[in-house]
């Protein structure tokens, strides 16, 4: 068991993928996440949690300035700070970060505040260099970040039984749990989602393509708009956990993503 922890083109990446890590909505239409107003630049200062293919860290935003310019600066445990810059979108809720000293270019979807009363969260995916063809997943946790890493074999997986298992869902701060039932020959997921506030347990369905790290989820929503999520599968570190990082669309909205991770 695994521990608890778009359909568009980005940052020049043409793929579908989504985050499971921190909010999911609610089964109910009613609970089905809104964006009810643009946030602030001044709105996502502040440190995060970061995850990264198993890379874990503290990512600092100490500045965005009105043309969306961001400043920011990361570091990993035992390292010196790494200085970074970006850009954020308010009305979108999507923010880049360039990291220049590992050629990595980073693109995440906001979740949680200022949308709802969750905490925030950003989920998305990062590639090296031009490679863009293999994303991998990231995530950032309003959580602190405490340091060090549990030592544990890992390798990325390279067949579809590999993610089956029990998942920590985040999807715009919604909590749950998701459970990869089965992965076929073809790529074919079928799973489960029970999330925190209804207990209620609904069927999915999606698929895997283990070559390119991208899991796709459908999440029919009962008198409301269907979800679609798209994951990038992080494994890359030997001394931590799996994860995938993402985000989500609604079907009745393809401009405005949510961040959603699994861990």
């Known amino acids: 068991m695994h521990s608890l922890k778009k359909w568009s083109a ?10 499971l890590v921190m ?35 503290e990512l600092t935003i100490n500045s965005v300035a009105s043309n969306g310019a961001v400043s920011a600066t990361l570091k990993q445990a035992g390292g010196a700070n790494e200085y970074l810059n970006g850009s954020w979108s308010p009305n979108s ?41 293999h994303p991998y997943g990231t995530y950032l946790n309003s959580a602190p970040y405490v340091g060090g890493q549990v030592s544990r074999a890992a390798v990325r997986p390279n067949v579809a039984s590999t993610i089956t298992g029990q998942w920590a869902w985040n999807a715009d701060g919604y909590g749950g749990l998701l459970n990869i039932i089965s992965v076929a020959s073809n790529g074919a997921v079928v799973a489960t989602l029970t999330t925190n506030d209804t207990g209620v347990v609904e069927n999915l369905t999606g698929s895997w393509d283990p070559q390119a790290n991208k899991l796709l989820i459908t999440r029919p929503i ?7 999520y ?34």
């Open 10 to 19: 980005k940052v020049g990446l043409v793929v579908s993928a989504v985050t």
């Open 23 to 57: 909010g999911v909505a609610a089964s109910t239409a009613s609970a089905t996440p809104v964006h009810v107003a643009s946030p602030n630049y001044a709105g996502i200062v502040g440190s995060y949690f970061w995850d990264a293919d198993g890379y874990t860290g």
């Open 93 to 133: 809720g999507q923010l880049t970060i360039n990291r220049p000293a590992a050629s990595q270019t980073y693109w995440y979807a906001l979740g949680g505040a200022p949308y709802n009363s969750h905490p925030t969260m950003f989920g998305g995916y990062y590639y090296q260099g031009n490679d863009t063809q």
């Open 222 to 228: 009962a008198g409301g708009p269907t979800q679609n």
């Open 230 to 263: 798209a994951y990038w599968y992080g494994n890359g570190n030997p001394f931590s956990t799996a994860m995938f990082g993402g985000y989500f669309l609604n079907s009745d909205n393809w401009v405005v993503t949510y961040g959603s991770s699994l861990g």
